[in-house]
Each structure stands twice: as C-alpha cells, then as structure tokens.
C-alpha cells in the first residue's frame, strides 16, 4: 500500500484564507476519463476534512464503485490548496486523494494509480520530472449560440498582429500564476485558432496536478471572453492536431544530478536514458490508447501533420515518436531530457504520466537497448524503406489501441485490475458506437453512386 502524504491541518493557512473572505472550498479529483470532479464544502467544515476526510458517494463517479460500494471519502492535499482567480475572492481549492471506508486509497482513483508509479521510482532512487506542452484551440460560438469548431483567428505559429488571442492568453497566464503555476512562455501555434501555454517542470505528481488545474481553468477563461477552448485532439479536418508533448527525465536522489545526462555520449543522453526511452517505445503499442484515449486522437496520429506515428527516436526529426531536444546555450547538460511527442492533450494526465513512468521504469529495469536513431523524415520515406528498416507504427485507431493494451501486462499492471478494466470497458463502448454511426462523408460519397 502507498502511503498518502503525511496530512497536517494547517491551522494558520486555514485562518488566513477565512481572513481572506474565502467562504467555500472545492474538494477537488478526477474520474478515470480525467475529469474534474468537486464537492463543495464552506471553509469552516475544511480542517475536519484535512483530519478526518469529507465522504461522499462514488457510485455515480466515472468508474468509481458500484452502488453497493458507494461510500468513499476524500482526503485534501493542502500543498494544492489555492484561491480561485475569478471567484471575487470567495473560493478556494484543493486537490483530494480518494480513500476507501477501510482507510485504504482507491485504486480507481487516477491520482494514487500515479503516486504508485512515482513511488516506485523513488524505490529505484529517483525522482520523476514531467514538463508537458498543452495544445489547445480557442473557437467562437456559431450565431445560434451552438458549440461549433469555429476558429477564433486566422494566424499561425508565433503569429503576432493577426493573433486575437494574446489579450486572452494573459488573462490564462495570470489565473495559472494565481494558482502558483510558473509559466515559462505563451503562443499562438501552427493551426488557426490553435495556442500554447509552457509551463515549469516539476515532480510528476506536482506538474499532473498542474496540468488538471490548466485545463480547467483556460476553459473558464476562455469562457468570459465569449469563446470555449477545447483539448479535442483534432476538431479540424485538414490541419495540425493539439498534441501533449512530455519532457521527461529521471533525478538521481542519492548523486543529486539529472541522471539522463552525460556529456561524453552521443546526442547527450546516459544509459539510464536510453533504457528508459527504449521502454517508452517498447510500450508505446501498448500505452497508446491510455496516451491518446479518444476516437478522434487516431485522426492527429497521422503523417504530415507534426504527428508521431512511428516507434522512433532522434533530435531534429519531428516524426519520431522520441525527440531528444537541445540543451539552450549557456545552460548546463542537466537541462538533458527525453520528449515524448504522441500523448495528447484529452487524456487524464494522471494515468497518461504513470503509463509512461512504468514504461521506461520496465526498459530501466531490463536494461532494454536503444535502437539506433532516425534523423530523416520518416513522413517522405516510402513504405518498402520503413518496412527494410523494421520501424514499427503506432495502432490507426482507438479498438486497436485497445487490442495493444490488453496484450501488455507492464501497462496493464501500472493501471491496475480496477482501472484497466473500467477504462477498456468505457473506451470499448465508445469504439464501438463510434464504428457503427453512418457519416455525412459516408452518405455524400455513397448514397448515389451505389
């Protein structure tokens, strides 16, 4: 059993942010799709939570518990506890784990499904740094009101004068700073309407919990403007996808030092590093799906758009599915990391971050070997030269993503019987209502002709 984190009531903290005017608190977690859920509790009721939990009833949650199991309880980690930018000042949130009446974690609960992978790697003497890059579109609502894919813009990467969502992504910047996320830089990306914002690497469980924060609150943001941001992987036909690009590496506990780095090696990475990412591509088939988790995330996975779609590594070529990005001059070989280039952006990044941890923490253990890297396009290569090459691809769709992971039993364990099993189970019943709809496509291309 993992042990949660030593839960303290800070009396103090507690106090001040009732000083504040803060008179509610959202006890904060996620389903195993990766959505925000909250009960909300006033700030005076908050320190018996941080002692005795808040119960609540997970029947209803997204693969929870069953009726008969309903009784749960959550426990705030008061280190997320923060303000909430655009409550005026009157709430606050917190960030829970999820225990069983027994006193046990949840083992459906996606945030301790990745403390037991962080904890394993603690195990093995380091620490796990995550740095994602979330893509995501800002679109406007038709005229009717509907949600539609309507691109806010019509500018491109690192546009400026064109680029109607700079005043907009100060407004983000500041509510993610307010929450005490550091960002690192702001942009419009490739695709019209399609935007970036980079923020501080950390621990993995730290950045998770950044990144859950993220999401929710560029959606509230984006919705006092007028506008709605979606992470939908690919809302448009025919231009880039938002991707979820992950910086990794590994920190030496002991030696204090990035243990992915070495000077002496080619492209900079230690043998650590290379059996680590020789795990990541070793489970890259069978992770994919959790990774990627949608429909429409096979539709970004195709060549010609930046996507990964082949089980490669190297440093300058953007196809591969590992890039191994340059060090900034000046700054030390500790900056040294692997960048995972195929998760996206609707995936729950608890789960997504321990599928990874436990791929290249298996490719550690075994000592797995890197194979050699592919600097060329694999985009303008033919087939006949991939297949003489023995470079694999990634699953073309979500059912078989899902036939890849019930094959592999390091990401399956990684997830655990309770949400490997409700995870395929949901994302079995959205392949197959996916695959049995009748298209407009199908209709316009079919109806006459035959």
């Not at 808040?54 to 309903?70: H, K, L, N, P, Y």
């Not at 500018?155 to 550091?182: N, P």
């Not at 025919?238 to 590496?249: A, E, K, L, R």
């Amino acid at each position: 059993m993992v042990a949660p984190y030593e839960a303290v009531s800070s009396a103090e903290e507690i106090e001040a942010a009732k000083q504040q005017g803060i008179r509610f608190v959202q006890l904060q977690f996620t389903d195993i799709m990766g959505v925000v859920k909250a009960v909300t509790i006033p700030i005076h009721q908050l320190e018996g939570s941080v002692r005795h939990g808040t119960w609540f009833d997970g029947s209803s949650v997204e693969g929870f518990t069953r009726i008969a199991e309903s009784d749960q309880y959550l426990m705030p980690d008061m280190r997320t506890f923060s303000e909430i930018p655009w409550s005026n000042g009157t709430a606050a949130r917190v960030i829970c784990d999820v225990f069983t009446p027994r006193g046990e974690p949840f083992a459906g609960d996606p945030r301790y499904v990745l403390r037991r992978q962080v904890e394993r790697a603690k195990k093995l003497g380091y620490i796990v740094n995550m740095g994602p890059e979330l893509e995501f579109f800002l679109f406007r609502r038709g005229e009717d009101g509907t949600i539609e894919p309507l691109p806010h813009d019509q500018a491109g990467y690192f546009d400026f004068s064109s680029d109607l969502g700079t005043s907009i992504r100060h407004d983000m910047v500041d509510a993610l700073e307010a929450f005490g996320i550091r960002v690192e830089a702001a942009h419009h990306e490739v695709a019209a309407g399609q935007h970036e914002i980079d923020f501080e690497y950390a621990d993995a469980l730290q950045t998770a919990d950044n990144a859950i924060t993220f999401k929710f609150t560029l959606k509230a943001i984006a919705q006092q403007h007028g506008l709605y941001a979606t992470f939908m992987p690919k809302p448009i036909h025919g231009i880039n996808g938002s991707g979820m690009h992950t910086h990794q590496s590994l920190y030496s506990i002991d030696e204090s030092r990035n243990s992915f780095a070495d000077a002496e090696s080619s492209y900079g990475l230690s043998p650590l590093a290379k059996s680590y990412a020789a795990g990541i591509l070793a489970h890259a088939r069978g992770m994919i799906s959790v990774l990627a988790p949608l429909v429409n995330s096979y539709k970004r996975l195709v060549p010609g758009y930046e996507a990964p779609t082949y089980l490669t590594w190297g440093r300058t070529n953007r196809s591969a599915l590992i890039r191994v990005p340059m060090v900034s001059p000046g700054k030390s070989i500790e900056g040294t990391r692997l960048e995972v280039r195929c998760p996206d952006p609707s995936s729950n990044t608890y789960l997504a971050f321990a599928a990874m941890i436990a791929a290249g923490l298996d490719g550690v253990e075994k000592g797995l070997e890197l194979s050699e890297p592919v600097e060329e396009s694999l985009f303008e290569m033919d087939a006949t030269t991939i297949a003489a090459k023995s470079i694999k691809e990634l699953p073309g769709t979500l059912g078989e993503a899902l036939d890849e992971l019930e094959k592999d039993d390091v990401i399956r364990e990684a997830l655990g019987d309770h949400v490997f099993s409700h995870f395929v189970d949901a994302k079995r019943a959205e392949w197959d209502e996916y695959r049995t709809q009748v298209s407009d496509w199908e209709v316009d291309r079919y109806l006459e002709q035959f």
